[in-house]
């Protein structure tokens, strides 16, 4: 029993390192992704005060820059030191634009942040068809398996989590570096399983779940409202007044993130953050007509149901914002963690195969063909959505390249490069 675990730890490792990796490293990096975007980005900086400005002033200033297109969506992040996200669309092209939450000023326009490249990449691999979607999730059950085969086969487990072997060469260092991450990082590990299947479960629509856990935006019956032009009818909404009734609505509410009304069929959603920890923004949601600004509807994270609670905690849980710039340091460092385990579990599983080459139990050592398939993939239609859905500019496409071509070129240098090096000198010294 124990060879076969081995066996299934080895195989998933083998077939599916490179993938893991990729969706396990643009994850860790995720969870610092608005912080790259200050350090990416400088019309995105904004110098933290102690009031807002007017958010009417803010749209009144991006009516005037942009007088043809509309918000369809309004982010104010947790981090003060990042400006208001607008989501723009015009000609039916979108793009994102960067306003000053304390004055009001629109400092710029991207196509692209490296927030939603990320957020792309870690969630579905840039592989439509909800392809992505699911290949990312198995990544969750099948890393459980691997450590639970992990745990049965290894002898006396807990007797080694302060043990690294640093002097008895690279293939003991490397096997005990994989060992004592593996053993470290299994907390956080299993909570990532355990988000994993919520994740599926609300993509399969088991049990009906996913209508429970995502309401739908709602629509007002026009014919009792005086009608409006489309093209002039956000920019008449007064969202310092529906910021105000929304946060009298819910105790403890402060508005963040806020869905206009594009069209006069429908109402103001805005979302924010309130007393209760953990939850997301939209955890805590009021809808409002924007004609007459009455409450249409209220969703309290006080009141929620159960289901909708747990649904709301778990991307706080899977990306560690839910405690600010803390928790989402040590989500990095536990990410890197997970990262390093795949990278060593490669590098043990290279080193055996060039070793049974250098006895002559294998003719040569290939790249298996499901890590190649998928990454190709991934990369083809990441290059394709870059192109269609963000018209990334030739700057971002260089460093995204550029960025993947270093990783991948220091991967090969480690774990291919490095050990046929090591090997050719122990050849010449034997």
């Given at each position: 029993m124990k060879k076969k675990l081995f066996l299934i730890h080895r195989w998933i490792g083998n077939q599916l390192g490179i993938l893991f990796f990729i969706i396990c490293f643009s994850g860790t990096i995720s969870t610092i992704s608005h912080e790259l975007d200050w350090l990416i980005q400088s019309n995105y900086r904004a110098t933290p005060q102690s009031t807002f400005v007017s958010?009417?002033?803010?749209?009144?200033n991006f009516a005037m820059t942009f007088p043809k297109a509309k918000i369809t969506y309004w982010i104010r992040h947790d981090e003060p030191y990042l400006c208001d996200l607008l989501y723009k669309e015009e000609n039916n092209k979108l793009s994102?634009?960067?306003?000053?939450p304390y004055t009001g000023e629109i400092q710029g326009e991207t196509s692209l942040t490296a927030q939603l490249y990320l957020r792309d990449l870690h969630y579905y691999l840039f592989i439509p068809f909800q392809i992505g979607n699911y290949i990312v999730l198995l990544f969750g059950f099948l890393i459980l398996v691997s450590v639970i085969s992990a745990l049965y086969f290894y002898k006396s487990w807990w007797k080694k989590l302060f043990t690294l072997d640093i002097k008895k060469g690279s293939n003991k260092?490397?096997?005990?570096l994989h060992r004592l991450v593996g053993l470290w990082t299994i907390p956080f590990?299993?909570?990532?399983?355990?988000?994993?299947?919520?994740?599926?479960?609300?993509?399969?629509?088991?049990?009906?779940?996913?209508?429970m856990v995502n309401p739908k935006h709602i629509k007002l019956d026009i014919l009792n409202y005086q009608k409006e032009e489309k093209s002039s009818f956000p920019f008449t909404i007064d969202y310092d007044k529906a910021v105000k009734i929304a946060e009298e609505a819910i105790p403890h509410l402060k508005v963040k993130n806020i869905s206009p009304a594009i069209d006069s069929t429908e109402t103001?959603?805005?979302?924010?953050?309130?007393?209760?920890?953990l939850v997301r923004q939209r955890a805590n949601r009021v809808y409002i007509n924007p004609y007459n600004y009455k409450v249409?509807?209220?969703?309290?994270?006080?009141?929620?149901t159960t289901i909708m609670w747990i649904n709301d905690i778990v991307d706080p849980l899977h990306f560690g914002y839910w405690g600010g710039i803390t928790t989402k340091i040590i989500w990095f460092i536990f990410g890197l963690f997970i990262s390093i385990l795949i990278l060593s579990g490669i590098y043990i599983s290279l080193k055996r195969k060039a070793r049974l080459k250098q006895n002559g139990m294998i003719e040569k050592i290939s790249v298996n063909a499901i890590n190649t398939i998928i990454t190709s993939c991934l990369f083809y239609f990441m290059l394709k959505r870059l192109q269609t859905r963000y018209e990334a500019t030739i700057l971002a496409h260089c460093v995204i390249v550029i960025f993947w071509t270093a990783v991948f070129a220091l991967l090969y240098y480690l774990l291919v490069f490095k050990i046929r090096k090591t090997r050719s000198?122990?050849?010449k010294i034997n």
């Open positions: 958010r009417n002033v803010i749209l009144n994102f634009v960067f306003a000053n260092f490397s096997r005990s590990i299993f909570l990532i399983v355990i988000i994993s299947s919520w994740y599926f479960a609300e993509r399969a629509n088991i049990a009906g779940m996913k209508p103001i959603y805005l979302m924010g953050n309130s007393n209760i920890p249409e509807h209220i969703q309290s994270a006080a009141t929620s000198v122990e050849n």
